[in-house]
């Protein structure tokens, strides 16, 4: 976890996972389907925009105090097995029982090429403020992987939260030929993509 703007009261949180999944088991080709993946996409994209972030606010601080939090083990469990995903956060909301935060988001999978970002149902659900922040900052930015559209519910680091009436939406684009493939690889990636979503979170974050 790293803090930005400590002493600030009004804070908010940007998590990503950092781990990779430890097998490829949406694999076509069986042989490789025991390998780690490698996790450009899915593990490195949310943690290249929130360093890239991090190194951004150096110079120019953000509105609020910033909690950025790397989550370990949300992509552990077996497929189906939805107890053993998620342990990062889950163990880290349950470490925190006092933390305060105003709103916060969630990075997962957001480097594909051909990005698109639709509106998470849960967090449209449950995070309605934040996923309109987050969308009049894509388009005050430009950032046409912003899809005005509604995504299908997902299970993520942001359930956490929500559970405890923290409002914290999901950024993700799900649709991605090479989830959980030993072809996650950062050939299919853009920065354009990664840019897209920093500067929209960096568009969020000027005004309280
Ligand atoms: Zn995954």
Request: glycine residues 8%; negative net charge; contains cysteine.
């Amino acid at each position: 976890m790293a803090r930005i703007r400590p002493a600030e009261a009004k804070r908010v949180l940007l998590g990503t996972h950092y781990d990779t999944r430890s097998w490829a088991d949406k694999d076509p080709n069986p042989a490789v389907r025991q390998n780690p993946i490698s996790g450009a996409n899915d593990g490195g994209s949310g943690v290249a925009v929130l360093i890239a972030l991090a190194e951004a606010w150096r110079t120019a601080p953000p509105a609020y105090g910033v909690d950025i939090v790397f989550f370990d083990g949300e992509d552990f469990g077996r497929e189906g097995e939805w107890d053993d995903y998620f342990l990062g956060s889950k163990a880290w909301v349950r470490d925190h029982p006092d933390y305060k935060v105003e709103w916060g988001v969630i990075l997962d999978m957001v480097g594909d090429a051909a990005l698109k970002i639709c509106k998470e149902q849960t967090s449209v659900d449950k995070a309605p403020q934040v996923v309109e922040r987050l969308w009049s900052a894509a388009q005050r930015t430009g950032a046409k992987a912003f899809a005005d559209e509604r995504g299908a519910p997902m299970m993520d680091d942001h359930n956490a939260f929500l559970e405890k009436g923290i409002p914290v939406a999901l950024l993700i684009d799900f649709d991605y030929p090479f989830f959980h493939t030993d072809e996650d690889t950062p050939d299919k990636c853009a920065a354009d993509s990664l840019g897209q979503v920093g500067r929209t979170l960096l568009e969020a974050l000027r005004a309280p």
